[in-house]
């Protein structure tokens, strides 16, 4: 996978060699730390201008990768790195896998629980490029507001807060059992509208951008390339 992504987004394989008996992977140097770290300087969220700029250049990446036909199953702030014109690259591609090679084989458990999409979640295989959408929005919200959206301990609390915020899973997911929707002012108090309120003016336009990468359903999220054009981030 780390041959075929070529993309300015993404960090670019330099080199393979083996050392001892072990494989060896030499990749392009960025300098400008990461994004967890721009979220550690700025703890209640980065200026909506600079937040556009890093959630364009986070979606771009992300087409490229698919683009390619890869998935990176693990987009968090970590994985985000800067470089030195304050764009993004992508790293650490060790969870990456194809985008068609179907759920034979694949595991569920990949992904950061804070940034896993619900599918990953109740543990199906049958996931694909909309993972990453996903987590695009976690990430997105984090960078806007300074806090994680979904920031909970364990997969089972993680699926509670989704649906808190969002709304029941629908019956693909989890066919029904066990499913409880949650109560309509619980849903109100965590909506995304509600969380992002301070942001006054500019809200409207985010919670458009962050409900199409958040939609419950894998199949209706967008592809990164038709987020690429969403006005929030242009």
């Not at 649906?163 to 002012?185: F, I, M, V, Y």
Request: glycine content about 10%; overall charge positive; charged content about 25%.
């Amino acid at each position: 996978a780390l041959r075929r992504v070529r993309h300015p987004g993404v960090c670019a394989l330099v080199a393979t060699y083996s050392e001892r008996g072990k494989l060896r992977i030499a990749m392009e140097y960025v300098g400008g730390g990461t994004l967890l770290d721009v979220l550690e300087a700025h703890p209640r969220g980065v200026p909506a201008p600079r937040a556009a700029s890093l959630a364009r250049s986070l979606v771009d990446a992300v087409a490229g990768m698919h683009g390619c036909g890869v998935l990176h199953r693990d987009l968090k702030p970590e994985n985000v790195l800067l470089a030195t014109d304050c764009t993004i690259k992508l790293c650490d591609l060790g969870d990456a896998t194809w985008i068609d090679n179907g759920a034979a084989g694949r595991t569920s458990y990949v992904a950061t629980r804070w940034y896993r999409a619900p599918e990953l979640l109740v543990r199906s295989k049958a996931y694909g490029a909309a993972i990453d959408i996903w987590a695009v929005g976690c990430i997105a919200f984090e960078v806007l507001t300074g806090e994680p959206l979904f920031g909970e301990k364990t997969d089972a609390s993680q699926l509670g807060a989704i649906q808190r915020c969002l709304g029941p899973l629908p019956d693909n997911l989890l066919g029904g059992a066990g499913r409880r929707a949650a109560p309509a002012d619980a849903v109100e108090k965590a909506s995304l509208r509600a969380r992002l309120t301070r942001l006054g003016g500019e809200a409207s336009g985010w919670e458009s951008f962050l409900s199409a990468a958040l939609r419950l359903k894998p199949n209706t999220r967008p592809k990164a390339r038709q987020l690429l054009t969403h006005a929030a981030i242009r």
